[in-house]
């Protein structure tokens, strides 16, 4: 029994079972999925996260409700504070009888997200499925949503319309046809999908005051009876048909998983020869930076040479006109000695020395600024 918050599926499951057995309320009752099998006496099986069961045997209908309450409905147990994994409960029904485990689950859709995980997990359980939708709105997105995650794994999906007694009997028409439109339009589902308009509260009560007209006017006893039929006809056939669906989702999976090892497995290799195509286009970059600085550093090198032999060529012309000065002033004196060679001399080695200091003071300046420049380009 699946579908949104507050569409009615546990008192559609109530009315099947012709007791009021399991909890409802005018705000969001059920948190937990609950397994309902046939036996002759009530009983209430809880299973916890943790593995752990706790069993009771209620002895009426009133106190199996009640039980039942304390752990399955978000009123009694808010956000699954018990954390309870499952319910599963027994009890006599006609339709039990019949093979058949009936489930119950929470509403998706509402303000508690738990509870649409915990609907959500339990549909790989479903072989078949009743979605139940309510009159006002009869669909929402959130259901059409819901209905493509349960198409999946569906063998037989039928679609149960209730609450129709808040609506005039002369517009159920065109509300059962809106309906259909749009579960076809933007659903997918099979146009000849059974759609049965219901109130399953109006037949609850009339099952349990056994009023027979009441019930046939809730427009119930059609979907009882093609429920009946199908568990009668097609319920090998469906659960036959559930199992394949069932193992091919499972085959996708670890079609999917293996997928996944196997890219995990080669993403090393695949990494290593990425770093390794990575390192041979940076040697190959590398030897072109290599090739190139090599050019550049021939280049500065020429450079320094020529500018170096100019400030030689023009230490050449000062040393002579500072010479030829000396020796002009010399013989202009009637110098011409000993004295004056020494003193000639004295001039050349005092000039070159003062201008030694100054050209290895400029070649190691210029030398640093080209260096400083090669540098820039080995660091980036």
């Known amino acids: 029994m699946l579908g949104q918050f507050k569409r009615g599926k546990s008192t559609v499951l109530n009315a099947l079972l012709g007791k009021s ?75 039990l009888e019949r093979g058949v485990v ?42 059409i949503a819901y209905l ?32 259909r439109d749009a579960l076809v339009d933007h659903a997918g589902l099979d146009p000849f999908t059974p759609i049965f308009s219901l109130s399953a509260r109006d037949a609850l009560r009339a099952k349990e005051s ?5 019930l046939s006017a809730s427009g119930f006893d059609e979907l009882e009876n093609s429920v009946l ?14 199992v394949a669906r069932k ?23 695949e990494d290593l020869e ?17 090739r190139t600085a090599n050019d550049l550093m021939a280049g500065d090198r020429l450079r320094a040479l020529q500018e170096l032999e100019s400030e030689a060529e023009r230490l050449r012309t000062q040393a002579r006109d500072v010479l030829q000065a000396e020796l002009d002033q010399a013989l202009n004196a009637g110098e011409v000695s000993e004295g004056t060679r020494k003193r000639l001399s004295s001039t050349v080695v005092e000039f070159f020395e003062h201008a030694l200091k ?4 400029n070649v190691g300046a210029r030398v640093g600024e080209v260096l400083r420049v090669h540098q820039r380009r080995l660091t980036n």
Request: one cysteine or more.
């Open 21 to 95: 057995v399991l909890p409802i309320g005018v705000v969001p009752v059920t948190a937990i999925p609950t397994f309902i099998e046939s036996a002759l006496n009530f009983a209430i099986r809880v299973t916890y996260v943790s593995g752990e069961t706790e069993e009771t045997t209620p002895k009426s209908v009133e106190e199996f409700r009640k039980e039942l309450a304390r752990f399955v409905t978000e009123e009694a147990n808010p956000r699954n504070v018990l954390n309870v994994a499952r319910g599963d409960v027994s009890l006599a029904a006609e339709l």
């Open 358 to 361: 100054d050209v290895i003071h």
């Open 229 to 242: 039929e199908f568990l009668a006809t097609e319920k090998r056939q469906i659960l036959n048909a559930a």
């Open 148 to 179: 493509a995650r349960i198409r999946q794994t569906m063998a037989r999906l039928i679609v149960v319309l209730n609450k129709i007694d808040i609506i005039e009997p002369h517009e159920r028409q065109k509300v059962v046809a809106f309906l």
């Open 247 to 269: 193992a091919a989702v499972l085959v996708a999976q670890l079609e999917l998983e293996s997928e996944i090892a196997l890219k995990s497995l080669r993403l090393p290799l």
């Open 274 to 290: 990425c770093r390794m195509a990575a390192f041979d286009d940076a040697v190959g970059q590398f030897d072109v930076e290599r």
């Open 210 to 214: 056994g009023n027979a007209e009441a």
């Open 102 to 143: 009936l489930i119950d689950t929470p509403g998706v859709g509402s303000t508690h997200r738990h509870q649409t995980a915990a609907a959500d997990a339990v549909l790989p359980e479903c072989d078949a499925a009743l979605l139940v939708v309510s009159a006002g709105p009869p669909i929402t997105e959130i259901e």
